[in-house]
């Protein structure tokens, strides 16, 4: 019968392959996803070497274990600083490395060179005693710091991260087409999987004392597959659009002229909107506001304003609207089930089926299957 030892010891192979596997497709396809690299080294730091260590500790291959043990330790201080580096550079692949950024792992250095220079004063047989006796006043204490810093780190890089997503979200949903929010929405889902992992860590770790291996391995193999899955899911860039170039860029773009006379937000509206329909520019794909302004002959300002203003709305959402509009005239219109949404994606003017699907349903507030269901079509697509 299998004892615990190699329940723990088959775990933790199968955690370094997996998380090896995830690594490894995340360099592979760097090219085709503009986080992979930053994605790969969150993955290796962050958990490849706490399991590395596990695995030499249970084998007790207690001079290898020694090596990794540094990484190990520290591994936890990385993650929050790693991803929150993430999430930035996801949002805004503009964003440059720079040396500042280092200050973000200074609590990582510091554990690192306390522990380092602590088992150098140590002799080898005092090092083996440091690792099996955790009630040892030097190891208990150099564990509380490490938890200390990581639960600062919770709060600090959580709220950070928070209040930078909803400055993102606000510029957003007010510059742009609010279904383009929806691509990032993964972000916070996964911080609320983090909540949970983090406090199965406590109460099984530090609070009932209990080394629950199998649990944390799942965990941290389900929280890291789900990230690289959505790292490496194309999404549509939210900021470069705008050619942001900095992290304080987008305020500058929020301000909207405010001396407008009255009136000429009404005037600037309609013109916009005779102008579209008249021309049907909507169904060009590679409609943008520099374009309509060059059309219009309304500065990007105005335009953005005046919709805001008049229709409540934004550019993207506004010409998002008649494109759906568009799409619905030619669903009811297809009486004879000929259209797929290919055909529909093209005619309506959106770039890719994706954008059609998800407008359709932001739009609509249905499905495009229900949709059809509920005008009692026929049409699968």
Not at 35 to 61: E, H, K, Q, W
Not at 117 to 139: C, Q, T, W
Not at 261 to 285: H, V
Request: overall charge positive; proline content about 3%; charged content about 15%.
């Amino acid at each position: 019968m299998l004892n615990n030892d190699t329940y723990a010891l088959a775990l933790n192979v199968v955690s370094i392959f997996f998380l090896t596997g995830l690594s490894i497709m995340m360099f592979v396809t760097r090219k085709h996803h503009r986080t992979g690299v930053a994605a790969m080294i969150s993955i290796v730091t962050t958990t490849i070497p706490i399991y590395i260590y596990n695995l030499l500790f249970i084998m007790r291959d207690l001079k290898a274990a020694m090596w990794i043990a540094p990484f190990a330790y520290i591994a936890g201080t990385a993650f929050m600083p790693t991803l929150w580096l993430f999430i930035h550079k996801h949002i805004n692949p503009n964003l440059k490395f720079s040396s500042i950024r280092i200050v973000h792992f200074i609590p990582t250095l510091l554990c690192f060179s306390l522990y380092v220079a602590y088992m150098l004063s140590l002799s080898f047989p005092e090092r083996v005693n440091f690792f099996l006796d955790k009630s040892a006043h030097m190891s208990a204490l150099m564990e509380y710091l490490n938890v200390a810093i990581i639960g600062t780190q919770i709060i600090v890089y959580y709220s950070i991260i928070f209040i930078y997503l909803s400055h993102i979200k606000k510029f957003v949903v007010n510059s742009f087409s609010k279904a383009e929010w929806v691509n990032n929405m993964w972000i916070p889902r996964m911080l609320i999987i983090l909540t949970f992992i983090f406090s199965v860590q406590l109460i099984c770790h530090h609070l009932l004392k209990r080394n629950d291996t199998w649990i944390l391995n799942i965990l941290d193999m389900i929280i890291m597959g789900y990230f690289t899955v959505q790292a490496m899911t194309p999404k549509e860039d939210i900021l470069p659009k705008v050619a942001v170039q900095n992290d304080n860029e987008y305020d500058a773009l929020m301000r909207f002229t405010a001396d407008m006379k009255e009136g000429d937000s009404q005037k600037y509206a309609k013109i916009i909107s005779d102008y579209a329909n008249r021309t049907k520019c909507f169904l060009n794909p590679e409609l943008d506001i520099k374009i309509l302004s060059h059309k219009t002959g309304i500065s990007q300002e105005k335009i953005t304003q005046s919709l805001k203003e008049i229709y409540n709305t934004n550019f993207y959402d506004f010409i998002n609207k008649l494109r759906i509009e568009r799409a619905i005239n030619v669903l009811k219109e297809d009486t004879h089930n000929q259209q797929t949404i290919d055909t529909i994606t093209f005619q309506s003017g959106f770039a890719s089926r994706e954008d059609f699907l998800k407008s359709f349903k932001y739009y609509t507030g249905k499905s495009l299957s229900q949709w059809l269901k509920d005008i009692g079509s026929t049409n699968i697509i």
